[in-house]
């Protein structure tokens, strides 16, 4: 049994190059099998280092405190993740990227959004297919990599089947399509702070009885066992649940609602570059008629815009697009999103990014909704909102350099999915 510590005072674990790949102890990564056929949709398969994904990326500023204990979250669940270098940007940078229209919109929110814009165009000038964008806060439970994933992709594969190969007999080196067909979908939503189908008050979701419910959307229910029971879920969580009729320690994959926060979705190539040129922009976008005074904001209302175009897109479409070149391409006017719910990834109780690059300018805001309802939970559980067995507590810390505990804490919290809290249920 390791003795809890909530925080430990450790130096940060960097290495001055782009891109940091975060492997401490290094061991041949576990098979990662290609989709060729249908029939692995119905397969848990194994996920690999980054989850399925081409990449799992990092929006973090240099020196952030918060860094260091997510590099050995990854580290204990075998996971490889890329912090791209994030620019220095001036007061002019922040003033020109949000526009003379939009001066009520804080800095730590267009510092925020600029920092998701650097990831997204680190991705867009690789190679990769797809991308998994993660904020430096989060926090995930253990069996993430090992239990977690397996069966959230295979929901995914189950409602977004992968293309059958062209040459079944020749294999393809880009035709891993461990999430589904990335044809049919645009942004997943595996973290944020809610889909509660409707707006959220400090009373709660308001959403009507008509509206919650998953009958009317593609949608897959499935057992997670790793998921909290239903008393442990946040408080908004479990209301919704109730009003679905979720069975215990179910999950839902469903198109999303209204998705809010934006600390982990995954972005195909297309998706990312309308981000950038035409969704989200930044906050002074004139396609954006409700306007967003946040990237997250942003993102919901492309999803919003996308919400009615079939995820798959069928080729054939009564509404294609103008231009000559795309008329075979359905005329999306937002993105196809889907949402896991509860969520795989939740930021850390604390101040977020933003709120700290406010406060240092002397505004000072309430607590979010969501994160003032779950505060006295976080508090008597000591685990963060929705996760069974994570890291925030401290209790998988470990001191720089010492291998011997990282071997133990990879193997047996890692792969064996051993909670090893005073606690914790160690499986």
Known sequence: MLAPSRKRPLPLLLALT????????????????????????????????????????????????????????????????????QPQWTDGDVEKFRGQEEEGVEKGSVLAWMGHHNVLQWFLDSDLETVLVLEDDVDWDIRLRSVQIPLAARAA??????????????PRANHAQYWGDHEAWDLLYLGHCGDYFDEVTNEGPVSSADALNLTD?????????????????????????????????????HRSRSPLCSFGYAVTRPAAERLLNDLAPGPSNPQDEDGAGAFDVALLHAC???????????????????EARRTHRYANPGLRCWTLNSE?????????????VNAADGKIFGVPPVDLAGQAQVDVRNETSNIDCGFWSGDFAFEDGDMETLRFLQEEVGRKGRCLKEDGDEG
């Open 344 to 356: 795989l990834f939740h930021h850390v109780p604390g101040a977020s990014e933003i709120a700290r």
């Open 304 to 322: 919003v815009k996308g919400s009615k175009t079939p995820s798959p897109t069928p080729w054939r479409t009564p509404h294609p697009y103008p």
């Open 157 to 170: 594969r189950s409602v977004l089947p992968p293309m059958r190969p062209l040459f079944p007999f020749k």
């Open 217 to 253: 959307h593609a949608h897959v229910v499935y057992q997670d066992f790793t998921l909290p029971a239903r008393r442990d879920l946040h408080p908004f969580t479990q209301t919704l649940f109730d009003a679905l009729q979720l069975p215990p320690h179910s999950r839902a994959f």
């Open 18 to 85: 782009t891109t940091f790949l975060l492997f401490l102890y290094h061991r041949h990564d576990r098979i990662y099998l290609r989709l060729t056929t249908h029939k692995a949709q119905d397969v848990d398969l194994p996920a690999n280092s980054t989850l399925g994904f081409g990449a799992v990326v990092v929006v973090s500023r240099d020196g952030s405190e918060r860094r260091h204990s997510l590099l050995q979250a990854a580290n204990v669940t075998d996971i490889e993740l890329t912090i791209p270098q």
